[in-house]
């Protein structure tokens, strides 16, 4: 199946909204479209991220990790502060400075980090990968290892790319089945347990599924992953549904939304016009329609 730089550029689209949309629930709670603030809305790290993944994708056609980590550290170093944690900041700077990254990716908090950041970032991959879960999996896991090298940060970002390909096939399962599929991507980790656990929770029972899985307050894959999947899995049809419903869990609602953004919008295939005029503009080349340079 050839890779789809369409469906890759939407998933970001949907990402980006996501994280600033999710981003505006840590200042203010708004209940309703009518009490959504104008804009722009700012995206944080994990568009910026997301956006050297792309670029990755679109000159390489998969993930070559040594670029990605080199693309990592000088957007780091242009914009860092965009909501970049303590640990990111510290490898991105490591890494900038001529730390190669297998050496330091492993030594982040002594065994490498379980963050939710390769998550964050990894829907797009799915984007490009389309009706492909197994490769997407795959290039997920490379491209979270190049800053989490803890099985379990690989796991959120196999787990998330393995759903954004089955979200943008034509003809995709939903609700608990969508889970079933994606869990085969998804090795044995706290993350793929969360996932299962997720199976179990009625579509309607969010107060079950933040306390039983999480909403990304550890800011941990096992912590945010699940609860993602869930809310994607049973709103596959209806973005701003998905979102809403994502943000009410609070926790970490920039990321929980970034990641049920970029996977809504391959199953959706529509973004409200609205949301993505308010976002704040991604850089030149980077929106939908718009070529990257491919060698």
């Known amino acids: 199946m050839s890779p789809s730089i369409d469906n890759m550029m939407l998933s970001l689209e949907g990402l980006s909204v996501g ?3 999710g981003e505006i629930f840590f200042s203010h ?16 790290d994990d568009t910026h991220m997301a956006l050297s993944i792309v670029d990755v994708l679109c000159t390489h056609g998969h993930i070559d990790q040594d670029k990605l980590a080199a693309s990592f550290a000088e957007r780091f170093l242009e914009q860092p502060n965009r909501g970049y944690a303590g640990g990111a900041r510290r490898l991105l700077t490591r890494i900038a400075t001529g730390t190669k990254w297998r050496e330091a990716a492993p030594s982040l908090f002594g065994g490498g980090s379980y963050g939710n950041g390769g998550a964050m970032r990894a829907a797009p991959i799915g984007g490009f990968f389309s009706g492909d879960p197994a490769r997407a999996s795959e290039e997920g896991r490379l491209s979270a290892v190049v800053t989490h090298a803890h099985p379990e940060g690989a796991a959120g970002a196999m787990a998330v790319a393995a759903a954004a390909a089955i979200a943008a096939a034509s003809s995709h399962p939903e609700g608990n089945v969508f889970l ?9 980790s706290l993350t793929r347990r969360g996932i299962e656990a997720a ?3 009625p579509s309607d029972d969010l107060a079950q599924a933040a306390t039983r899985l999480g909403t990304g307050l550890q800011v941990s894959s096992q912590d945010t992953v699940p609860f993602c999947l869930w809310s994607a899995a049973h709103h596959l049809k209806c973005f701003a549904e998905a979102l809403w419903l994502t943000a009410a869990g609070l926790g970490d609602s920039d990321t929980t939304c970034a990641i049920v953004g970029g996977i809504v919008a391959l199953s959706s295939r529509k973004i409200p016009t609205t949301w993505l005029s308010r976002r704040e503009p991604l850089p030149p080349g980077f929106s939908r329609g718009k070529a ?4």
């Open 180 to 188: 079933l599929e994606i869990m085969q991507f998804v090795p044995d």
């Open 199 to 201: 199976i179990g929770i």
């Open 19 to 21: 994280d600033s949309f």
């Open 292 to 295: 990257i340079a491919k060698d």
């Open 29 to 44: 709670t708004p209940s309703s479209e009518d009490d959504l603030p104008p804009g722009p809305w700012h995206w944080t």
